[in-house]
């Protein structure tokens, strides 16, 4: 039995979270184009013949501007230590910047280092020569995998390149368990991915999403949510006009939620202005933020 742990780390946006949603064939981590959609440290549990794999999907590293950005570029770093492996994803349409150097310089060095040069598909191919001699400069002991991870090109490559490096070790998990988050991050994850999908550019950034109840009953599943913001008029961008933006919302995250819980669901989202809350330790412990 081989098993072991593999980082999955980068700039926001590069594309990790679709890599390992790929990797598992389901959705672990939400996906949109906005730059730091995840926010936490997820595992999710790849299962082979004779091989057990933890991916860990971690935070953008980003310049932080308050202290959830803070804790979020803590999480992410320190999620390269003690790995077996390190994917870091990059975005083959984006230049190589003081971002990527300041990756380079934090990131533990006692790890097999995999760079994963993704979004091939947006560059031309001197685009794509350029950036990878750039990394094979960078970090000559990497090993480069050019992907398309949208296309699910590459993915295969990147996951036998991997088990090469996984030493022999113990089943940490269950053959049927998925990831070590539980059903209530699911519901404030997929809540949050439809406001990051719904909203301006300006609010998504300053929310959260809060579970406070989870009731299973046999018919359906109730649940109450309150989703944080900042300033009383993202409450009111949030809520829209009547009541109609919240009201999609909840119809869209629904239909996620049944067909994870596999029964009827009853959604009641609430909104709270808590201002300042990016910078407060304590409601960011609350959120799950600040561990």
């Not at 971690?58 to 979020?72: C, D, E, R, S, V």
């Not at 939620?257 to 300042?276: A, C, G, M, P, Q």
Request: net charge positive; aromatic share 8%.
């Amino acid at each position: 039995m081989r098993s072991g742990f593999v980082a999955i780390v980068g700039k926001p946006n590069a594309g990790k979270s679709t890599i390992i949603n790929a990797i598992l064939e389901a959705k672990l981590s939400i996906v949109t184009e906005k730059a730091q959609t995840t926010r936490n440290s997820i595992k999710g549990i790849y299962n082979e013949d004779g091989y057990q794999i933890i991916f860990v999907d971690t935070p953008g590293i980003h310049k932080p501007n308050h202290q959830l950005g803070k804790t979020m570029n803590k999480e992410a770093l320190s999620s390269t230590k003690g790995v077996d492996a390190i994917v870091l994803v990059v975005d083959a349409s984006k230049k190589f910047d003081d971002g990527d150097r300041f990756i380079e310089k934090n990131i533990a060095k006692d790890a097999k280092l995999f760079i994963v040069i993704n979004k091939i598909d947006l560059v031309t191919l001197p685009q794509a020569q350029e950036i990878k001699k750039i990394y094979q400069e960078e970090y000559k002991d990497a090993e480069i995998i050019e992907m398309s991870a949208i296309q699910n090109f590459g993915i295969d490559i990147l996951i036998e390149k991997i088990k090469k490096v996984i030493p022999e070790g113990p089943k940490y998990f269950d053959d049927d368990v998925f990831t070590d988050k539980d059903s209530s991050f699911f519901v404030s994850e997929v809540i949050r991915e439809k406001l990051l999908k719904l909203l301006k550019d300006e609010v998504p950034h300053d929310l959260a999403v809060r579970v406070d109840n989870i009731k299973h009953k046999s018919e359906a599943v109730y649940i109450r949510v309150t989703i944080i913001v900042s300033k009383d008029s993202h409450k009111g961008i949030v809520i829209g006009k009547g009541g109609k933006r919240i009201k999609t919302i909840g119809t869209m995250a629904r239909k996620d939620l049944e067909e994870y819980f596999n029964k009827r669901i009853f959604l009641e989202t609430f909104v709270s202005v808590k201002e300042d809350w990016l910078n407060n330790p304590q409601i960011l412990k609350e959120l799950g933020y600040n561990k």
